[in-house]
């Protein structure tokens, strides 16, 4: 197709009426094949079968002369760490809400809530590898493990478990 995009793109209605600019363009030049008949004037370029056109434009994007490659997929192991399971047990039986808040559930004790079997409040969690602090919330008091390996002090005044996965 034959269309001058430069001066064309300013009035829509110059676009279909192929009118001419004042720089002497013309908006649309005319089909070449098609003759006017009558009041009818000569078909723009765009109206006319693709046979009579004489390409004028360039293509958008230019074709690539590489092979595209295909990419692999990340493995999902790669991706996350593989977590395990670490069980916390807290023996308070008297207690009526056992929860735990540490640095694996941003200290939010309410994400976390301990279930009740016969001896002790118990909860699995898996956690990826890595070095956690952690802390029971028994009945809103917050309390340390006593069975913890290592414990930390922490900015309250008080101690935090620390459980290495």
Known sequence: MVIRFGYAMHNFAELLGGARRSC???AIQACPASSGRGDRPQQPLWRC???NLAIDMQPRYKRSTTAARPVAPTPKAAERPVEKPVEFISKQLQAQSVAIAGTFNKWD??????RKERDAW???LWLPPGRYEYRFVVDGQWLSDPAAKESVPNPFGGVNSIVVV
């Open 49 to 51: 079968r693709p046979s």
């Open 122 to 124: 118990k909860i699995t």
């Open 109 to 114: 004790p309410q994400r976390t809530s301990l």
């Open 24 to 26: 002497g363009v013309p």
